[in-house]
């Protein structure tokens, strides 16, 4: 259960507005304004009048233009083929000008369409409300729409989530009233900048037969995580939402605490048949010949990924055997299967390994660094065979589009048939297999009945 930054907006500004600031003597930079009121056009910052109201000088090249009506074509012209920088200038100019004049404001129907459109790729893709003042995103949108600036971060908090949420919920709740039963999966965790959460998400099934799943709530939740105040807490979110008698179960991680709420919650409770594959998983870890053959292979991957000498001599011999030049996985204890993973990678880079380990400067990294300079690769292949379909397993019942609970009982009699013992096992994997043969049985003793009493009725 569980770039390259654009120029900035103020950059071309800034180099828009030194027009209006004599900093050079040269001809090129000495403009003359004339009234706006009279002549609004940008062009005329490069011209003044002559002696006809359909003549006008060029104050850089002092060249008449004769103007065939009061428009500036004319002068415009002159500049794109006789002062191309000067043009390329008030076009800017023109181009910024025209964008005041007809920015979009936020409240209008295109407006709001824009804003919404952003913030729901926001929330989509779980991206920080920050992103909102990213240069880029800004970039893109004005590409799209020039009239249209994304609105700040605070205007988005006092203007649009409250309103995007309130619409959602409440056709989460008008889906929540038809139910006629509803489950419920909680977790505790904590975030990267370790604040404690408590998350809720309901289960349903509709009238059409669809598995509907809504994240209800992610709540703070300081304080000791002691059962009476999670159970509380549950109860608080339920009542919210109006869906306390509608609970059918509850299902979460199998700790100690979980299992009290699960009691004091007065629902049916389920521990996360995945959490309890992986506990078995972890059990079996334990055992000596594994826990040392895992600890040499953890060493290695640390070396490798701490020393960039020896990345660069992995990445060589990478590159002779013709391979991707792909990182070691380093596993996680929270991580599920990160393990497996590990082994995994390991087997898959035999070749290049191999060859580091034969190199003398490698070894010698090995030595200080204190890990082995051999790994039993017989050993790794034959914990990975035997935890693949621990892997397989949990990547199933991990699926979120169907519902998982009919998948316990054959996934876990499949698991105890991949761990039958075989004559051509060594002592280390016998010990494994029993190991997690036992763990599982221990471990999922009450879904393995519930589903058997399921199945015969």
């Not at 105040?229 to 609970?247: F, P, S, V, Y």
Request: some cysteine; aromatic content about 6%.
């Amino acid at each position: 259960m569980t770039t390259t930054t654009p120029s900035s907006p103020n950059i071309i500004q800034n180099r828009v507005t030194t027009v209006n600031s004599p900093v050079s003597s040269s001809p090129s930079s000495v403009i003359k304004r004339t009234p706006l009121k009279v002549k609004r056009s940008p062009a005329w910052r490069y011209f003044q009048t002559g002696t006809s109201s359909l003549n006008a000088e060029c104050i850089l090249c002092k060249l008449i233009i004769k103007r065939a009506t009061s428009t500036t074509s004319n002068l415009l012209y002159h500049l794109a083929h006789q002062h191309p920088n000067e043009y390329k200038l008030i076009s800017k100019l023109s181009k910024q000008s025209f964008n005041n004049q007809t920015r979009l404001p936020l409240d209008s129907e295109r407006g709001e369409q824009l804003t919404r459109l952003a913030v729901e790729f926001i929330i989509h893709d779980l991206l920080p409300l920050s992103t909102i003042e990213s240069p880029k995103l800004q970039a893109i949108f004005h590409e799209a729409e020039p009239s249209y600036n994304l609105p700040k971060r605070k205007y988005l908090m006092t203007n649009i989530l409250q309103h995007m949420y309130n619409e959602i919920r409440d056709l989460v709740i008008e889906q929540l009233k038809d139910a006629l039963g509803i489950c419920i999966t909680t977790d505790n965790w904590t975030s990267d900048s370790n604040q404690p959460y408590i998350t809720v998400t309901s289960h349903l099934i509709t009238s059409n037969y669809e598995l509907k799943t809504f994240v209800l709530q992610t709540t703070q939740f300081s304080g000791n995580h002691t059962a009476d105040r999670i159970t509380q807490a549950l109860q608080d979110i339920c009542i919210e939402w109006g869906i306390l008698d509608k609970i059918v179960c509850l299902v979460s991680d199998n700790c100690s605490t979980m299992k009290k709420v699960g009691r004091d919650f007065k629902k049916d409770w389920f521990g996360c048949a995945d959490h309890n594959i992986n506990l078995c998983v972890v059990d079996a870890y334990e055992l000596d010949d594994v826990k040392e053959a895992l600890a040499t292979a953890r060493k290695l991957v640390l070396l490798v990924k701490n020393s960039h000498l020896a990345k660069e001599t992995l990445n060589h011999f990478q590159k002779l055997f013709n391979m991707k030049e792909r990182q070691l996985i380093y596993d996680v204890v929270t991580r599920w299967n990160s393990t497996y993973y590990m082994i995994e990678r390991l087997i898959e880079e035999k070749d290049p390994i191999t060859a580091c380990l034969q190199e003398k400067e490698f070894q010698k990294k090995l030595i200080k660094a204190n890990v082995p300079t051999s790994i039993e690769w017989d050993l790794q292949v034959q914990l990975k065979s035997t935890l693949k379909p621990f892997e397989t397993a949990t990547r199933q019942l991990a699926l979120a589009s169907l519902p998982t609970i009919s998948k316990v009982l054959p996934v876990v009699t499949g698991l105890l048939t991949s761990l039958e013992p075989s004559s051509f096992d060594p002592q280390t994997i016998q010990k494994l297999k029993d190991t997690l043969r036992s763990a599982l049985k221990s471990r999922l003793k009450k879904v393995l009945l519930v589903m058997s009493v399921a199945k015969r009725l």
